[in-house]
């Protein structure tokens, strides 16, 4: 083996003067949003750690250190390429775009802008080279967008995802007066230790070293190692009877829970430990210390530390606390998981919110389920939580207000803390009543439009729509067949007007203006691929004859599609939407659409779908 070097690095130093390629045998980006999620919550919580307004900029060099993980880099040809760490260091490269964005008219804050790219004679090279993504990469730099709907490779539909992710999940309590502060720390205070080696086989010697030699005991093993222990009795016999049926269903249970994704196991325990133990929460501000939350996440360790609280006193308890409190809780846990990923019958509320990555629901919902209830129950408590959040969420859509983790985190806990033990009638009240004091509605529909970082949000409030008033006129269809990507030719948003200002200069000002109005909520709608891309820039009434033959959002927009669908027609009379066809689109045609998909909305979003699961009488929806 060849001479290796190993050095603790900033990300300053990790990424000036400095480019990385990435072989094309492990080029893929796959993190996921609850990646971005974690690494944002980590990042504020130790920033915030040592954080004081009154603090001068230079002492934040001072605070405390971050330390994200080890890279391995390879150096050939006076080219370094990254064998490992290249999920850490392109959501970094993700990040400093987001800051580069974020300090635009603001020079107080470092310009990070040479951490990603370096330019030579007027031409910009990325520090994180990939050929495949330049474009992409370049357009986030410098629109902060990029249209990565239909692109051929995973990897780069992920970087956008994952920046927008960024956007939505940034915190709060980061911005304004403290974003100079945090971003001086971040590029000096976050630490990586880079193995440099000098051949492919030095580089994959030791990563494989590091992934493959020892014995790794995640926080599930050692929990389980704890709790086992204290399972005892003055019988031997009994006590080691009692010891292999725990461990029995323990390991049959992380065995489904892994089956669902790598480290299900973990994320289940916080969730559930969160949603029904959890009491405190670290305040969003400097110098805030971990509190409940947080601590959970090293779950092994605060259910020892707080093991009176969660009723851990005798060897029965430690006995139940696996054989029924976590085989029950974990049963509905694997219950909404599923529910999560397949669309089922009676938990679509679970498919729908999962759509919108609100991985919060899954503590908020088994927070008012208590040992007591029996399945029936329970599930109804789930179905009216998740319920809530998918009326809470598009609300907050609508109104322009952000859904992130790192946004509603604190709403949801609260939320949690309070809903917590209730009983079916209670909730449904409680859940009601939060929702008739809130204070974004579907009013906000009236001026809802289509802008880049909404994109995904628009289209799942389009496949509502659909989805709902083809249901209601008796056409087998389902939310996903509007949504799923992985179709041939999957849904995507068709603007009504094309992109032509000349067309409508009669009702429009300025060529701004008309594309401003264009991207409305009531003229969009939602097409096949390639059904999509042959319309083109052709005029809405070359158009119409077309649209007849597509789902019932758009066909409605046809005069001959109300002569020949009675169930349409019914549905319309039965409910006063005011469908009625356009034969041209004029400025006030959309306006009229505008206020059709605000009625559907209050429809499909009606709490009165709490009576459906408590099994009311009197109510469809």
Not at 57 to 67: E, G, K, T
Not at 365 to 376: F, G, H, N, R
């Amino acid at each position: 083996m060849s001479a290796i070097k190993s050095q603790t690095k900033s990300i300053r130093q990790l990424l000036s003067n400095v480019k990385y390629g990435i072989d094309f045998y492990q080029r893929e980006y796959e993190w996921r949003r609850s990646n971005i999620e974690e690494l944002m919550d980590d990042l504020e919580a130790k920033f915030i750690s040592s954080f004081d307004l009154t603090h001068e900029r230079m002492r934040v060099r001072h605070y405390s250190h971050y330390f994200l993980g080890t890279i391995i880099t390879v150096k050939e040809n006076n080219q370094n390429y990254i064998v490992d760490g290249q999920q850490r260091l392109t959501t970094l490269t993700l990040l400093l775009i987001l800051i580069h964005h974020m300090r635009k008219g603001s020079s107080s804050i470092a310009d990070v802008s040479s951490l990603i790219f370096s330019e030579n004679y007027g031409t910009k090279s990325f520090n994180i080279h990939v050929p495949e993504r330049v474009d992409c990469v370049k357009a986030l730099f410098e629109f902060g967008s990029y249209d990565a709907q239909s692109h051929e490779d995973l990897s780069v539909r992920n970087l956008v995802e994952r920046y927008n992710d960024l956007v939505e999940v940034f915190p709060d309590s980061l911005r304004g007066e403290m974003l100079p502060y945090f971003v001086d720390w971040l590029i000096d205070n976050v630490d990586l230790v880079e193995i440099e080696t000098f051949t492919d086989d030095d580089a994959f010697t030791i990563f494989e070293t590091m992934n493959d030699r020892g014995l790794h005991l995640g926080l599930s093993d050692m929990l389980k190692g704890y709790l086992l222990a204290n399972i005892d009795s003055s019988d031997e016999q009994i006590a080691q009877d009692k010891k292999i049926q725990a461990n029995r269903i323990w390991k049959q249970r992380m065995l489904e829970l892994l089956a669902i994704a790598s480290e299900e196991d973990v994320t289940f325990f916080k969730t559930w430990l969160r949603a029904r133990y959890a009491d405190t929460i670290r305040e969003r501000k400097g110098g805030a210390i971990n509190r409940d939350f947080e601590n959970i996440n090293k779950y092994h360790r605060w259910i020892r530390d707080e093991r009176k609280r969660i009723g851990l006193a005798t060897t029965e308890d430690f006995y139940n606390f696996i054989t029924m409190k976590m085989r029950r809780y974990s049963d509905y846990y694997l219950t909404m998981r599923r529910a999560a990923f397949t669309l089922t019958a009676g938990m679509e509320a679970i498919y729908y919110n999962a759509n919108h990555d609100f991985t919060l629901q899954y503590m908020m919902a088994l927070a008012p389920i208590v040992e007591q209830d029996d399945k029936d129950t329970a599930e109804r408590k789930i179905r009216l939580v998740t319920t809530f959040i998918d009326i809470f969420l598009a609300r907050r859509i609508v109104n322009f207000n952000t859904i992130g983790y790192n946004t509603l985190q604190y709403t949801a806990f609260t939320l949690t803390k309070a809903i917590r033990d209730m009983d079916a009638l209670t909730l449904r009240d409680y859940l009601r009543n939060y929702l008739d004091n809130m204070a974004q509605t579907f009013q906000a529909v009236h001026n809802f439009y289509l802008h880049p970082q909404n994109y995904n949000k628009t289209r799942h409030l389009l496949a509502r729509l659909t989805t709902h008033i083809e249901q209601q006129s008796g056409i087998n269809t389902t939310f996903d067949t509007y949504i799923r990507r992985e179709q041939s030719k999957p849904f995507e948003i068709e603007h009504i007007w094309a992109e032509k200002y000349e067309r409508h200069a009669d009702e429009f000002r300025s060529e701004d203006e008309f594309l401003t109005y264009r991207n409305r909520f009531g003229g969009l709608i939602l097409l096949r691929r390639g059904t999509n891309q042959s319309f083109g820039a052709t005029a809405y009434d070359e158009k119409l004859s077309h649209y007849i033959r597509e789902n019932l959002l758009v066909a409605s927009l046809n005069e001959a599609f109300y002569k020949s669908n009675p169930n349409f027609i019914n549905y319309v009379k039965q409910t006063g939407m005011p469908f009625k066809p356009h034969n041209l689109f004029k400025k006030a045609d959309l306006d009229a659409r505008q206020e059709l998909y605000r009625q559907l909305c209050e429809e499909i979003w009606s709490p009165a779908r709490f009576d459906v699961i408590l099994g009311d009488e009197g109510v469809n929806i």
